[in-house]
T-cell receptor
Framework: AQTVTQSQPEMSVQEAETVTLSCTYDTSESDYYLFWYKQPPSRQMILVIRQEAYKQQNATENRFSVNFQKAAKSFSLKISDSQLGDAAMYFCAYKFYNNDMRFGAGTRLTVKP | NAGVTQTPKFQVLKTGQSMTLQCAQDMNHEYMSWYRQDPGMGLRLIHYSVGAGITDQGEVPNGYNVSRSTTEDFPLRLLSAAPSQTSVYFC??????????????FGEGSWLTVV
């Protein structure tokens, strides 16, 4: 069964500092997609970044970047220059061939001023 | 551009009652789906549809029914509400059912409490 594990229920970072959120997944597939979603208190799900498994280059979106280690089945999110608006729940997700997605349990990120 | 619209946003039901959560998208997306989010857990797929007239079960389909008569709408029906169905429900859509990195757009969620 495909599962997604986020081992850090809560993380805290000082404003302007860098934080890394961990995610591991289990799959027997070779082709898939991985995502990080942000969920603020409003509960809206906001796409942060995506990674295609066939691409070796790590995805980057402004202050957000990933460290994708396919052999290790690891997909961590790095947030640089953290801002107060980054405070939220962050979900790692794995996408199946039929567009089904499996989500991790989430990491609650607190940003301290 | 409204995106994905869910109604109602909040609902309280008594055990055994039935209700329908509405979902509509105005982006002409083929793929639509329903998730539930419980405390301490990520979203779990209930049902999905790859086009009008086509639906299939996800990870946790029991107690729910769906239909897709139009491209725009994908209602979720609770047949006989149970306290275990207390959750936040998210509708989502994406452009194509084909396997790709297409962005999945989420609605704002519907808070359902069953007492």
């Amino acid at each position: 069964a495909q599962t997604v594990t986020q081992s850090q229920p809560e993380m805290s970072v000082q404003e302007a500092e860098t934080v890394t959120l961990s995610c591991t997944y289990d799959t027997s597939e070779s082709d898939y997609y991985l995502f990080w979603y942000k969920q603020p208190p409003s509960r809206q799900m906001i796409l942060v970044i995506r990674q295609e498994a066939y691409k070796q280059q790590n995805a980057t979106e402004n202050r957000f970047s990933v460290n994708f280690q396919k052999a290790a089945k690891s997909f961590s999110l790095k947030i640089s220059d953290s801002q107060l608006g980054d405070a939220a729940m962050y979900f790692c997700a794995y996408k199946f061939y039929n567009n089904d997605m499996r989500f991790g349990a989430g990491t609650r990120l607190t940003v301290k001023p | 551009n409204a995106g994905v619209t869910q109604t109602p946003k909040f609902q309280v039901l008594k055990t055994g009652q039935s209700m329908t959560l509405q979902c509509a998208q105005d982006m002409n997306h083929e793929y639509m789906s329903w998730y539930r989010q419980d405390p301490g857990m990520g979203l779990r797929l209930i049902h999905y549809s790859v086009g009008a007239g086509i639906t299939d079960q996800g990870e946790v389909p029991n107690g729910y029914n769906v239909s897709r008569s139009t491209t725009e709408d994908f209602p979720l029906r609770l047949l006989s509400a149970a306290p275990s169905q207390t959750s936040v429900y998210f509708c989502a859509s994406s452009y194509s059912w084909e396997f790709s990195g297409n962005t999945i757009y989420f609605g704002e969620g519907s808070w359902l409490t069953v007492v």
